[in-house]
Every structure is written in structure tokens, then in C-alpha cells.
């Protein structure tokens, strides 16, 4: 079992910054990869950038240059820095951990990200 707290959403003006982080307990010694996702209302949950255990990362089009996905493996913690937000930005923001060779998926509460125009 692996359990994720995440924080450091909220609303912003568009052109800023947030920074969300996702803490990992748990299992943690089983996590593959994490990543952060998001879901804007009437939209699917979409991903938005992904780390693996190895330091690999990838974004989704729609954000590279602006995100960056890090994680601190001292403090079992993967951040995700979001600079230049715009509105469509907004959603709710999930931390997600694949774990295991199953490749079993968990999921923190997910934390609000609102971009004012």
C-alpha cells in the first residue's frame, strides 16, 4: 500500500507560479514511477508529466516548457513547479504512483489549481 498527500494548490493570477507537492508512505520502496494528472470539469483526467524511479521524465504537450516534474527521494516527495499558468491550467490536480510489477495505480485527493484570466 502506498498512501500520497498532496498540497500546494490554489488560485492564481494567469502568467504565475504554483508549486504542488506529493508526499509518498508506505510501500515507497515499490513505486515505479510517479506522476501528476489532472482533471478539468467535463474533461477526462489527463496526464500531465511523469517521473521514474531512474530520474526519467515526460510532459504532456500541452505544458512542456512551463512544468517541471522533480521528486527528493530524502523526503519521498515528487513536486510538480507550474510557471507561466494560464487559464485552461485549471483543474484538479492528482499526484499518482505506479507500484509493483502489476503497475497498480494509486492516487492522492487531489488539490485545486484555479488560473484567473
Known amino acids: 500500500q502506498v498512501q500520497l498527500v498532496e498540497s500546494g494548490g490554489g488560485l492564481v493570477q494567469a502568467g504565475g507560479s504554483l508549486r504542488l507537492s506529493c508526499a509518498a508512505s508506505?510501500?515507497?520502496?515499490?513505486?515505479?514511477?510517479m506522476g501528476w494528472y489532472r482533471q478539468a470539469p467535463g474533461k477526462q483526467r489527463e496526464l500531465v508529466a511523469a517521473?521514474?524511479?531512474?530520474?526519467?521524465?515526460n510532459y504532456a504537450d500541452s505544458v512542456k516548457g512551463r512544468f517541471t516534474i522533480s521528486r527528493d527521494n530524502a523526503k519521498n516527495t515528487v513536486y510538480l513547479q507550474m510557471n507561466s499558468l494560464k487559464p485552461e491550467d485549471t483543474a484538479v490536480y492528482y499526484c499518482?504512483?505506479?507500484?509493483?510489477?502489476?503497475?497498480?495505480?494509486?492516487w492522492g485527493q487531489g488539490t485545486q489549481v484555479t488560473v484567473s484570466s
Open positions: 508506505g510501500s515507497i520502496f515499490s513505486i515505479n514511477a
Open positions: 499518482n504512483a505506479r507500484v509493483g510489477p502489476g503497475g497498480d495505480d494509486y
Open positions: 517521473i521514474t524511479s531512474g530520474g526519467s521524465t
